[in-house]
């Protein structure tokens, strides 16, 4: 009984509803994620060989296990 009273004793806050986020607001932030997106698939699926836009191994060797995780093969 005494929990009844006490829980009854304290306001329960109103949730207001949140008002939806507008297109503007919302679409430069999607596309610059996109093309960070874009830009680390480059460099995890296609940075070596012909298409390598820094020389050496080095790119490679960072995003090695990642490459194969995501099923592009290299060797």
């Not at 005494?2 to 949140?18: E, F, H, K, R």
């Not at 986020?21 to 940075?47: D, H, K, N, Q, S």
């Amino acid at each position: 009984m005494a929990q009844a009273v006490a829980s009854a004793a304290m306001p329960t806050p109103a949730l207001s509803p949140s008002a939806p986020l507008p297109v503007r607001a919302v679409l430069p932030w999607a596309l610059f994620v996109g093309l960070l997106m874009l830009v680390a698939l480059y460099f995890v699926g296609a940075e070596q060989g012909a298409t390598a836009v820094f020389s050496g191994a080095g790119v490679h060797e960072w995003v090695h296990d990642g490459r194969h995780l995501l099923g592009f093969p290299c060797h």
